[in-house]
């Protein structure tokens, strides 16, 4: 039997501009291991007890991992630490590497991924295997945050992705793990919101969190989507020659924002809520969300919002 999603549907009285901010205060953020000294100016910028997603990049350290979710926890955050299963050696390590991460820095949730890698250092090749060996809840571990794939996935084929969508929410169900399905960052709603309710009409109740791109250049946009390898909405950001991209103003994801928080407010989508990829820029997209929690900025007819910064 499936989780519950949690509904982040508009209620009765609540405005579009209403909708955007609720999605903006409760946003979680993903931060590198780099951007652990800008925490404490941070605290200032997101509500406390905010999700702080920790990567874990190729030649990061378990440790190092452990560190930054350490320190999120101390700035008064919920750390997340993404644990890419094909880089585990054996069971034992990832019995290690839980039980620091929850013994040691106050850890509640994890992101479990593949990784981008074409093969497993161990046994464990799949999100799946994981979650069978029952260490989450043997370490007390309530919730846990899956890869979506919306717009699918370059390196897979969309029949497995979606068999593997069906086979991780269930599994995490039948241990009693609330499961989010958080997804790669995307430049138009439509796809998001196809997939909720493809989702919904496949019996998958997990809850839903779309990924946005926080505020960057067009160029950075551009390679950090070919580096994670965005789906198709990556056309959104737009037509331009590559020689004129570093002239172009930074770019931020109020037209998705806004698009996701109409079919809340129309009681067309479920989704539980939107997660930041910051690409370096920590504390930009910090006073961003910010700005917009507070209402700071105002509709505008392209289909987007200003922000007031």
Aim: glycine share 10%; proline share 5%; hydrophobic share 45%.
């Amino acid at each position: 039997m499936q989780q519950s999603s949690t509904v982040a549907a508009a209620a009765p009285t609540e405005s579009l501009e209403q909708v955007i901010a609720r999605l903006a205060r409760g946003a979680s953020v993903e931060i590198n291991f780099q951007d652990v000294k800008h925490l404490d100016e941070s605290r200032a910028l997101l509500p406390a007890g905010s999700r702080v997603f920790i990567s874990h990049l190729p030649k990061q350290t378990w440790e190092e991992t452990e560190s930054a979710s350490r320190a999120v926890r101390d700035a008064g955050f919920d750390p997340v630490p993404h644990i890419p299963v094909r880089l585990l050696p054996d069971e034992a390590t990832l019995d290690r590497v839980l039980g620091a991460f929850v013994g040691n820095a106050g850890v509640r949730e994890v992101l479990l991924i593949s990784g981008d890698y074409p093969e497993a250092v161990g046994p464990y090749s799949t999100v799946a295997a994981v979650l069978r060996t029952g260490l989450l809840s043997r370490h007390g571990l309530k919730r846990v945050s899956i890869a979506g794939h919306p717009e699918g996935h370059p390196k897979a084929a969309l029949a497995d992705i979606r068999s593997a969508e069906s086979e991780r929410t269930e599994l995490a169900a039948a241990a009693g793990i609330e499961a989010s399905l958080v997804t790669q960052f995307f430049f138009e709603s439509a796809p998001f919101l196809d997939w909720v309710r493809d989702l919904r009409a496949r019996g998958i109740k997990a809850r839903v969190v779309g990924g946005l791109a926080g505020p960057a250049s067009l160029a950075a946009l551009f390679r950090f989507a070919a580096r994670c390898g965005a789906g198709p909405s990556v056309r959104a950001l737009g037509q331009r020659p590559a020689s004129l991209l570093k002239l172009v103003g930074d770019r931020g994801p109020e037209d998705v924002l806004r698009g996701l928080a109409a079919s809340l407010v129309a009681g067309r989508s479920d989704f539980a809520g939107i997660h930041m990829f910051c690409f370096g820029g920590y504390l930009r997209a910090c006073a961003w969300l910010n700005a917009v929690a507070a209402g700071r900025f105002k509709l505008d007819n392209k289909g987007g919002f200003t922000v007031q910064t």
